[in-house]
């Protein structure tokens, strides 16, 4: 399929539901690509791994009652990331340990409740892998309002963020309240992850948060630069993938993800100074 086909697709009102997968691909990238600088830079991905599964049950309990996907994904995400955040305050067990248990367990209790629903196994294909064609028009406005909020807050906090990446310790020293920052950034993540789960799934969420962010800082030293490119390699990703999945009938979640995949091993390949062929030849 040329582009010009799949552009006429998307003007297609017999396929009204590929230009929303479009735009919520497109706006999760962004907003993914935006947050997931900060989980990058502070070794956070497996804190984002945790919060995919975590927004699981949620997800389950609000397809089995009918209700709002993105509501119920948000507040089974910000309570296992609250629990984590409190959790990790005993010393005696490091986070990464209380993170391990709180998202097996939320994941496994998310298995528990979608297998009592009717159609189980395809509600759980759709769960974990995603589904172009399965996205409510009530959606499209939650995702494009949680999106700019998102992205606002990012703005409006970046500072403080930044502090706290750069030097925990001495952001707590100057006054800046590192555990409601840590909070706030998880809450971030998590429904940056709710908003993305319904095109790419949730097995492959992590991609969004990760990998344009670290093909960004492979391309450049500045955090602004890298907070811009981002987003930019996220959501022309989401478009490869979407517009390749629909021509050759591949599952949209994986085809974004390796277009994803791709652009970071170029950039890891033929960044201007840290790409392999680059230090090889220095």
């Not at 629990?83 to 067990?93: C, E, H, K, P």
């Not at 319904?198 to 492959?204: A, K, S, Y």
């Amino acid at each position: 399929m040329s582009p010009v086909d799949f552009v006429a697709d998307l003007l297609n009102p017999d396929l009204a539901f590929l230009p929303k997968a479009l735009f919520i691909a497109v706006m999760s990238a962004i907003v993914c690509g935006v947050i997931g600088c900060h989980v990058v830079l502070r070794g956070m991905a497996f804190i984002g791994d945790a919060v995919a599964h975590a927004v699981f049950p949620g997800l389950a309990v609000a397809f089995v009652i009918s209700g709002n996907l993105v509501l119920g994904g948000t507040v089974a995400g910000v309570l296992t990331a609250l629990l984590i955040a409190v959790f990790s305050q005993n010393r005696r067990l490091k986070e990464d340990s209380v993170i391990g248990v709180f998202f097996v367990a939320a994941f496994a209790l998310g298995v528990v409740v979608i297998s009592r629903a009717p159609g189980y196994a395809g509600s759980l294909q759709q769960f974990l892998f995603g589904s172009i064609t399965g996205i409510p028009d009530r959606d499209i406005l939650v995702v494009g309002l949680t999106g700019v909020t998102l992205l606002l807050v990012a703005f409006l906090l970046h500072k403080e963020f930044v502090a706290v990446t750069l030097d925990r310790e001495m952001a707590r020293a100057v006054g800046l309240r590192t555990f409601w920052l840590d909070i706030v950034l998880y809450v971030m993540v998590t429904l940056a992850v709710v908003i993305s789960v319904q095109t790419i799934g949730n097995v492959l969420v992590l991609a969004l948060l990760v990998t344009p962010a670290s093909a960004a800082r492979l391309l450049t030293d500045r955090l602004g630069v890298m907070m811009l490119l981002a987003p930019v390699i996220g959501g022309l990703s989401a478009l490869i993938g979407l517009y390749l999945s629909w021509s050759w009938d591949l599952p949209v979640g994986g085809t974004i993800v390796l277009a994803l995949t791709a652009v970071f091993l170029v950039a890891w390949l033929f960044a201007p100074r840290h790409g392999l062929l680059v230090r090889y030849v220095r």
